[in-house]
């Protein structure tokens, strides 16, 4: 159990820069810490605002820190720019929310996802045989490389987004909402692929959703945000099924489950724990 | 006549092409890295541009003219210059909304250097806009060339069309029509440039999807429909919705489907993105997007037809009868008026109430809804307020005129988990209070089980089950509906804790 993380995030802060003369300073995250084994997914889960997208942009390196540290295989990451933040993108890798403005609508799905490859060196013969490799690993057909975004479903759209994201065999994704945008039986089918291409190349996940259900079936390890502090942290079972933070177990209550006896059994519990605590 | 203003073509094209060529690389560079990287050289070079926007143009080019000499060539560069700003600026701004586009973070996660970001996602993204710019600003730089050449300031010995038309005008006493051809010259030009641009712009961007055409076609006479049994409040019989087609003719979306609510009941519509249950919850409201129409079938609301009823009656149904929640709360309030005008305004035309009764009536309705302080709400815009703030008021406007059917389309699927178990409450609340029927559309099972007496599901335009809420979702009979449950994640299905795969004997 001890393996050493993959990926560590210590008390990092992250604040935004207003517009204006004064320029002041909003902090979004206040000095959050959490870690990713390999192999491992960790869940974050939260509310619109909550900060849980800064972590993964952070993670990223699309947003600056205020202070903290993330460390790679024990390699500070943060801050990196220009040359070694580009060879850091073979190991780092993004699926975002919305399947529709991901991918660039005037590139082939067969550019998009040559895209990393070529980044990366690889020839023109090889990137082919790997973008056929992908879209196999996708269950997409072959024949998909040489057309557009919008003639896929939202579903594939998805598919392609991860395609890419596997392309050239990163350590970690960063899975920001990759499901929320979907239907629910083509949400199911995506969740599977994830579990399955984790189970066959080891890659790391940090899966950000607002969906607990999601976040229970997907990871090892969950961490509660709530307005940029995380305020729990555990085994997916714990987290999930039996917090005890008064905010975790809100998130738990409201999530309406579809047998109706069992719902009305939540519902009178969400009553009596927090209908005396609003406003 | 004719031989000159071929001749002169070449001295009036070719001077426009220098100036657009001059504006072309200083503008499209700068407008791109200006948009891309923000800061400092943003702002020097949009201060540059307005300055240079705000000089005007005749001025320097007749003042360029006395300093740098008498050529057409000369004056045309300056004028490159001059029109520049209009590339950067629409060039930056373009970029600065694509460059937070999803997929240009998605290209530098995948480690692409900033000039084949710039090069490959955003380039092919101005370029359509920048060809027509092209084509408008070589209209101006031939007209604004051609009248400098008219006022005798270009270089008189060569012969172009604005010189053609200042000698017309020294003739024009002896052979007027002189003036004409120089004239539709220059304004055939000017159009064949922009419709080009317009056409290369559609090349390029093919297909890029035209809306569907609207046609108005009044609705078939309903099929002898079974008639509704009593104390039915909305009953939908055999409804058909279809569209427009691009090319003539119509696609069916919804095809035949029947419900029924009665007084004081919640449905639940359940299906997929694409199942029809937003267009039938429409056809219910009257308000089909533009190109659908209910094609076939009947909709009566507490025993009145609805289909084909004129618009003017639909929408004093809308009014009192039935009300609307929708999906989006924050795009359905107007943000530059306050949420109280916008509660006011609909109470004081339908109900015919007074300024100062109306007030009242929407602080009343504030307070209903569980808003804290009514009073302040009142007085704030849109903006001032949160997502679940903007569903309780909206709430608060379908209740004002005491609705007996309420048509909520994925009310809290934009809202926040917590947020949505309140909004339900409210919902639950208002609705046994008020006795209303309620048509809810979602997609979340989940909500279907908190708060609905019925269920109906639908796929590809067809209810497959209908039931009540705990039959549909504890014994389900349709294969469809089977397979949507079984995708629904329950506590059942979680993860085991994490297990060093290097320590692990067995993969799990």
């Known amino acids: 159990m001890n393996a050493t993380p993959l990926i560590e995030l210590d008390d990092v802060r992250v604040a935004f820069t207003g517009g204006g003369l004064r320029r002041t300073k909003t902090e979004v995250l206040h000095g959050v810490s959490l870690d990713i084994r390999p192999g491992e997914t960790h869940g974050l889960v939260g509310e619109s605002g909550s900060g849980k997208t800064t972590i993964g942009r952070a993670i990223l390196g699309l947003v600056p820190l205020e202070s903290g540290s993330i460390r790679f295989r024990g390699e500070r990451i943060d801050g990196l720019r220009g040359t070694r933040r580009r060879a850091l993108a073979t190991q780092v890798q993004v699926v975002f929310q919305d399947p529709y403005t991901s991918l660039n609508p005037s590139l082939t799905i067969g550019d998009t996802l040559a895209e990393p490859l070529r980044a990366q060196g690889m020839g023109l013969a090889d990137a082919r045989r790997r973008i056929r490799e992908l879209l196999d690993a996708v269950a997409l057909p072959s024949g998909a490389a040489d057309r557009l975004p919008r003639e896929f479903s939202g579903g594939q759209r998805q598919r392609v987004a991860i395609a890419r994201a596997l392309a050239i065999r990163p350590a970690l994704i960063v899975c920001d909402e990759a499901v929320s945008a979907l239907d629910l039986t083509t949400q199911r089918t995506v969740l599977e692929l994830l579990l399955s291409i984790q189970k066959e190349t080891g890659v790391s996940y940090l899966f950000i959703s607002h969906d607990l259900s999601v976040v229970r079936h997907m990871s090892h390890r969950v961490s509660v945000i709530y307005r940029g502090d995380i305020v729990e942290s555990g085994d997916a079972a714990v987290v999930t099924s039996a917090p005890s933070h008064p905010y975790s177990r809100k998130l738990l209550l409201s999530a309406p489950v579809v047998d109706p006896a069992a719902q009305a059994e939540r519902r009178r519990q969400f009553e009596s724990e927090f209908a005396g605590a609003r406003r | 006549m004719f031989s000159r203003l071929l001749y002169g073509a070449q ?48 001025v320097v080019l007749l003042a360029s003219r006395a300093i740098l000499g008498n050529t057409v060539w000369v004056l045309m560069i300056v004028m490159g210059v001059l029109v520049a700003p209009s590339f950067f ?47 408008l600003v070589a209209g101006v730089a031939i007209g604004l060339q051609a009248g400098l050449e008219f006022l005798g300031i270009g270089s008189g010995s060569t012969p172009t069309w604005g010189a053609a038309l200042n000698e017309a005008f020294q003739n024009i006493q002896r052979a007027p029509v002189l003036m004409v051809w120089p004239g539709v010259a220059l304004g055939v030009t000017s159009a064949a440039l922009v419709l080009f641009g317009s056409s290369v712009r559609d090349i390029l961007e093919e297909g890029a999807g035209e809306p569907p055409r609207a046609v108005a076609l009044p609705a078939e006479a309903p099929r002898d429909a079974d008639s509704a049994p009593r104390g039915t409040l909305l009953s939908v019989r055999d409804l058909a919705v279809a569209y427009a087609r691009d090319g003539g003719g119509e696609k069916e979306v919804v095809h035949g489907v029947s419900l029924d609510i009665d007084t004081g009941r919640i449905l639940g519509l359940v299906g997929e993105s694409g199942s029809g249950k937003s267009q039938t919850a429409f056809s219910v409201l009257g308000i089909l997007p533009q190109g659908g129409r209910v094609s076939r079938g009947s909709i009566t609301v507490g025993g009145t037809e609805i289909v084909g009823l004129p618009e003017k009656r639909h929408r004093g149904l809308r009014g009192r009868t039935i009300a609307y929640i929708p999906q989006e709360p924050m795009s359905n309030l107007d943000p530059s008026f306050t949420i109280g005008s916008q509660l006011v305004e609909p109470m004081r035309v339908t109900l015919g109430l007074g300024a100062a009764e109306a007030r009242t009536k929407a602080i ?15 007085r704030s815009y849109p903006h001032q307020i949160s997502g679940g703030m903007a569903q309780r008021v909206l709430i608060a406007g379908a209740m004002s005129c005491d609705p007996e059917l309420v048509i909520a389309d994925e009310p809290t699927t934009a809202l926040d988990v917590t947020v949505q178990a309140e909004v339900l409450n409210l919902l639950r609340r208002l609705q046994s209070e ?28 067809r209810i497959v089950e209908t039931g009540t809420v705990a039959q549909v979702l504890t014994a389900p009979s349709h294969p469809y509906t089977q397979r949507l449950l079984a995708s629904v994640l329950d506590e059942s299905d979680v993860r085991p804790p994490w297990r060093d795969p290097s320590t692990e004997v067995t993969p799990a």
């Open chain 2, 89 to 135: 600026r629409l060039v930056r701004g373009i970029v600065v909304t694509v460059r937070n586009e999803l997929y240009v973070d998605a290209a530098r996660v995948s480690g692409l250097r900033d000039w084949r970001i710039i090069g490959r996602h955003i380039l092919i993204v101005v370029r359509g806009p920048i060809i027509v710019q092209i084509s």
């Open chain 2, 434 to 461: 008020r006795g209303m029927g309620v048509l809810l559309v979602t997609h979340n099972l989940g909500v279907v089980a908190d708060i609905c007496d019925t269920v109906a599901v639908m796929e590809h335009g």
């Open chain 2, 364 to 378: 009343e309705l504030l307070r209903m809804v569980e808003i804290a302080d009514p009073e302040r709400t009142f």
């Open chain 2, 11 to 58: 001295n009036t094209l070719g001077g426009a092409v220098i100036a657009l060529a001059v504006a072309l690389v200083i503008g499209i560079p700068t407008g791109l890295l200006a948009g891309y990287y923000g800061s400092w050289f943003d702002s020097v070079s949009s201060w540059v541009v307005n300055l240079v926007m705000a000089l005007p143009a005749m």
